[in-house]
């Protein structure tokens, strides 16, 4: 979790990390997806975990992946419009031309 004010100045980063455990890029691939390659590398410069050289090509793979994740919760909360259109998704992403 990243903390900013209202001019955007980065005022800090917690990290819950230690809360459970889980592959970091549950939480960084949503900076990867905001700020981009950049922003990802300056949030990762106060990340004080051991240095995972892979962080970043797999936060970027769960953004790939997302809708195949996304698909379930949204087919078991009975949001039939919006699996439909998940489904078109995960097949123009994932499908063989």
């Not at 459970?20 to 950049?38: A, K, M, R, S, W």
Request: with cysteine.
């Amino acid at each position: 979790h990243v903390i900013f004010d209202e001019s955007q100045i980065q005022l800090g980063v917690i990290d819950f990390a230690d809360a459970n455990i889980y592959d970091p890029t549950h939480d960084l691939q949503c900076v990867f997806e905001i700020g981009g390659e950049g922003f990802f590398e300056s949030v990762m410069n106060y990340y004080d975990g051991e240095k995972d050289e892979g962080l970043l090509k797999r936060s970027k793979l769960r953004l790939l992946a997302r809708p195949l994740f996304v698909a379930g919760y949204i087919f078991a909360n009975g949001l039939e419009d919006q699996y439909t259109s998940r489904l078109d998704t995960i097949e123009e992403i994932f499908s063989k031309d």
